[in-house]
């Protein structure tokens, strides 16, 4: 079954530096998602994405983050000057049609620590 | 915005047990409802979903029933065996024709399974 990849695992950073967090979606989906997850708390949707562009976002979603197709089959998520309450497990998610309701498959996650 | 309320936090059940999880949700435009089942460090992986169009469906062990008029969904676990202890979140969407909505999700429900 085609799953959606996230890298990497995990992510150690210092506070201040940038960091890129990287998706590749299911190879057919067309609609591409970036959730959180702070530990031991409900998941949290950042922004969707499609057609080249940002269709929804979150009010977490601020201009420190943004998101970014750059090629085919990548879906990165940028964090431009990171701080200790990014820490949390990012989430990549994509759909095939939005207008059947299709479900999100989530991929495994990348866990970001900010030091 | 879509807001959903999630309970109980913790249930524990014994083996072979039914458990049952509840959701409100606060948009009455939301019309699609997932759930995932998310263990220790891993993805959220959906398990069952429902539309709007529907009251009620069932794969297996696992079933939703979705009331539109009073806003609540449930998850409904039954003869549950040990594999089946996780945190389970639910979730609400509404689609908006305009884009890639995103889910708002529970808090998650961490359901036991006692030997």
């Known amino acids: 079954e085609p799953e959606v990849t996230q890298t990497p695992s995990h992510q150690v950073t210092q506070m201040g530096q940038e960091v890129i967090l990287r998706c590749v979606p299911i190879?057919?989906?067309?609609?591409f998602y970036w959730y959180r997850q702070i530990l031991g708390q409900k998941v949290e949707f950042l922004v969707s994405?499609?057609?080249?562009?940002?269709?929804?976002k979150s009010e977490i979603f601020d201009d420190q983050f943004s998101v970014e197709r750059p090629d085919g089959s990548n879906f990165t998520l940028k964090i431009r000057s990171t701080k200790l309450e990014d820490s949390a497990m990012y989430f990549c998610?994509?759909?095939?049609?939005?207008?059947?309701?299709?479900?999100?498959?989530f991929g495994d996650g990348t866990r970001l620590s900010i030091l | 915005g879509e807001n959903v309320e999630q309970h109980p936090s913790t249930l524990s059940v014994q083996e072979g047990d039914s458990a049952v999880i509840k959701c409100t949700y606060s948009?009455?435009?939301?019309?699609?409802f997932p759930w995932y089942k998310q263990e220790l460090g891993k993805r959220p992986q959906l398990i069952i979903d429902?539309?709007?169009?529907?009251g009620e469906k069932k794969d297996q062990r696992i079933a939703v029933t979705l009331n539109k008029t009073a806003k609540h969904f449930s998850l409904h676990i039954t003869e549950t065996q040990p594999e089946d202890s996780a945190v389970y979140f639910c979730?609400?969407?509404?689609?908006?024709?305009?884009?890639?909505?995103?889910?708002?999700f529970g808090k998650g429900t961490h359901l036991i399974i006692q030997p």
């Open positions: 998610a994509s759909s095939d049609q939005m207008d059947l309701n299709q479900p999100q498959h």
């Open positions: 190879s057919n989906h067309l609609y």
């Open positions: 994405f499609y057609n080249n562009e940002i269709s929804e």
């Open positions: 948009d009455s435009a939301s019309n699609y």
């Open positions: 429902i539309r709007s169009n529907v």
């Open positions: 979730a609400a969407r509404m689609y908006s024709g305009g884009g890639a909505d995103g889910l708002t």
